[in-house]
């Protein structure tokens, strides 16, 4: 026997050495953004299953950014604003022991510029009684839709019963519904990420902005932050309880993919190897080409999967002596002067320039039409910047001609695909149904926005209703 052990354990030892570690797991997440993070809690947890977490950053968190300041002691989140009281999103922050609070809305003062010229625009928002009106009778043209795409198209109509409202350009909805007034707030907050918002269709629009926005900005639902206002603070809480089920900083490199069950390939940032051996597989990541590579698709899945068109969002704080302290300056088209609000900037732009509060520090973003580099983002805002500051819109605050070059960049994060979309004739042709003929195919599940909307509470909605179906 003592030979025996003895010659097992160097065995195992020398084994070690050279072959990688075995996770056998019921399930392997593959992303632990807000699908994937919460799913991994509730498969964990509420379902009793092995799980396994692979997220290639070195956190979890996904869009959250909350940036340390040096200099103040403060925290800026510049990603993920505030959460949406929808499903189980107030009783998840209790159960990860996260207390939170609806924050105060900072009051900044609005300046209007065309940033493709730098020059002011005599911008006039709607009256406030005009814009709430505008946007009750959206909630209203709208809320008999929002069982067909929210939490996820689970209710999804036929083909041939699809609302001709939801397959609109969004122009010709807001004339149909007389909804203009409400158009400057809906882009303001997050329609800008659909890219160019009024051509954008209806569907992808209200899955920017949908009906839960709608009524938090009514007064008829909430929205909060955790009390610490550091949002990252959520996830690190999740990562806390998962500990060791959780891989960082590591992605997969290699798959065998099968309806029995899946080998997964996995590689650290420093070149460690695993193998997650799993029974199912949950994809919480977005479904584009590059992120798919390892996990070879079959003809099915990439037929489906490659005719999502894309939108990509990047974020940054930076710090200039012109922009102005508790103010926002806001690109808009001259045409837009003095109240046309579906004369939106055209993608690719900078969104504005928002003062963050007991800093120096501005939050700015970047919505492209498609894949967009970092580099050539922040020259945008280099250029955009020097633009304004050009026109006189924005003090120049040295004669020196490079004054441009002295922004300062603080932060920045390519935020990449988002909200994934398909064409009204596609969608006719039965691509949702199509798209969701794929869950389960392959012992294979999918979560994310690409399947749902891209706000953090519906996604854990949406993953509620996954969960069993995956599991039955
Ligand atoms: C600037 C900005 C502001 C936002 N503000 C809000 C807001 O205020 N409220 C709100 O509800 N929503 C907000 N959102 C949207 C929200 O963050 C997203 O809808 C949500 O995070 C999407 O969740 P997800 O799980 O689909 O993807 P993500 O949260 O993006 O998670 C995907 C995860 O997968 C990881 N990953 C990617 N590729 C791989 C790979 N190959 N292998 C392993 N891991 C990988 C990523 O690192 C990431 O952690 C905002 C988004 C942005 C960009
Ligand atoms: C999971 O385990 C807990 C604790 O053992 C138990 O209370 C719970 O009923 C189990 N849930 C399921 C779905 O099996
Ligand atoms: C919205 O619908 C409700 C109930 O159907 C109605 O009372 C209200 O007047 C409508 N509001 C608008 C702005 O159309
Ligand atoms: C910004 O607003 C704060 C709070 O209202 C005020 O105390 C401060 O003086 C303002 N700063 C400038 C430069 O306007």
């Known amino acids: 026997m003592r030979v025996a052990s003895g010659f097992l354990a160097s065995a195992v030892g020398v084994t070690a050495a050279w072959l990688p570690e075995v996770i056998t797991r019921d399930v392997a997440i593959i992303g632990g953004g807000a699908s994937g ?7 964990k947890e509420d379902f009793n299953k092995t799980i396994v977490l692979v997220e290639k950053a070195n956190r979890l968190g996904g869009h959250i950014n909350t940036y340390e300041d040096s200099k103040t002691g403060n925290w800026y989140d510049f990603g993920v604003q505030t959460w949406n009281d929808y499903g189980p999103a107030t009783a998840f922050f209790e159960r990860m022991g996260v207390p939170v609070s609806t924050p105060g809305r900072a009051v900044l003062v609005s300046r209007y510029a065309d940033f493709t010229t730098g020059a002011t625009v005599n911008f006039m928002p709607p009256a406030n009684a005009d814009r709430v ?26 083909r041939d019963s699809i609302p001709e409202d939801l397959l609109l350009p969004f122009s010709d909805f807001v004339d149909k519904y007389d909804i203009r007034d409400a158009v400057h707030q809906v882009f303001q907050v997050t329609g800008m990420g659909v890219g160019d918002m009024s051509e954008a269709l209806t569907l992808y629009v209200l899955g920017a902005f949908g009906p839960p926005m709608m009524r938090a900005f009514l007064g008829q639902g909430a929205s909060f932050t955790p009390d610490t206002r550091r949002n990252i603070a959520l996830y690190e809480a999740i990562q806390a309880r998962l500990g060791a089920d959780v891989l960082l900083s590591t992605v997969v490199t290699a798959s065998v993919r099968t309806s029995l069950g899946h080998v997964l390939y996995t590689k650290t940032a420093d070149g460690k190897a695993r193998i997650i051996v799993a029974r199912k597989l949950l994809m919480a990541i977005e479904p584009i080409a590059a992120n798919m590579a390892p996990f070879s698709l079959d003809l099915t899945e990439q037929s489906v999967l490659s005719r999502f068109k894309f939108s990509t969002v990047q974020a940054g704080l930076v710090a200039h002596p012109s922009l102005p302290i508790n103010g926002t300056v806001i690109n808009t088209p001259a045409a837009s002067a003095p109240n ?3 004369a939106l900037p055209k993608p690719d732009f900078v969104v504005r320039f928002d003062y963050m509060g007991g800093s120096d520090l501005f939050r700015v973003m970047v919505v492209g039409a498609g894949a967009v580099t970092a580099e050539r983002a922040r020259d945008m805002v280099r250029q955009d910047l020097a633009r304004l500051m050009g026109a006189g819109t924005l003090p120049a605050v ?75």
């Open 340 to 342: 046309n609000y579906l």
């Open 133 to 158: 009106a505008a946007l009750s009778r959206f909630l209203n043209a709208t809320a008999p839709y929002e069982q067909y795409f929210l939490p996820g198209y689970w209710n999804w109509p036929a």
């Open 37 to 43: 993070a919460y799913a991994a809690v509730k498969l």
């Open 398 to 472: 040295t004669a020196n001609p490079a004054a441009a070059a002295e922004l300062e960049f603080r932060a920045w994060v390519n935020h990449g695909a988002m909200h994934m979309h398909a064409s009204a004739d596609e969608l006719r042709e039965g691509f949702i149904q199509k798209l969701y003929a794929l869950q389960g195919r392959r012992g294979t599940w999918w979560t994310g926005g690409a399947f749902s909307v891209q706000f953090q509470s519906i996604l854990w909605a949406y993953d509620d209703v996954l969960l069993p179906k995956m599991l039955a």
